[in-house]
């Protein structure tokens, strides 16, 4: 859990590369959770409007309890899950730290860019799948050529 001090100064800043704020939860944040996971990481706040201002989350109580079962079961990795109280109100803190193999949703991968979350596909999946395992297409086209020889 982050010291008061520096989450506070956290929380001042406006949505962007780490940082986004929902004003509820939806299942469909799963994704902006993959994304921080497979790019540098990130923290979503819950009970946050756009600009930062607290706005609460009235069901905070389940969801310290959903949160970090959904995340482990659905995406299989560890979040850190914290709550908070600003004037009465209270919000959570989902980060996510990065990780070094590729996270999936369902079969989808996801990755922040910028403030957005993007669905990779195509080439910019490819080219993040061999990223995450340490290869590049040198690597692929050289082990088919030896395979070949065999």
Known sequence: MRPK???LEFLQMPEQQNIEYKQSWHD????????????HGGTI???KDDDGKTVGVADYKKLMDDLP??????????????LHEEDGLYFI??????????ISLRGSYYYRSGSTKQELKGNALL???????????DDVARAARHACRY
Do not use: H, Q
């Not at 079962?69 to 899950?81: F, T």
């Not at 803190?93 to 590729?102: D, F, K, L, M, R």
């Not at 080219?127 to 297409?137: I, Q, V």
């Open 5 to 7: 001090r520096v989450l």
């Open 45 to 47: 706040f819950i009970g």
């Open 127 to 137: 080219e993040f799948l061999l990223r995450k395992s340490g290869k590049t297409w």
């Open 69 to 82: 079962n959904k995340i482990r079961d659905v995406l299989g990795i560890m979040a850190e899950v914290n």
């Open 93 to 102: 803190e989902i980060i996510t730290p990065p990780y070094s193999v590729p």
């Open 28 to 39: 469909d944040y799963l994704k902006w959770v993959c994304g921080f996971a497979n790019a």
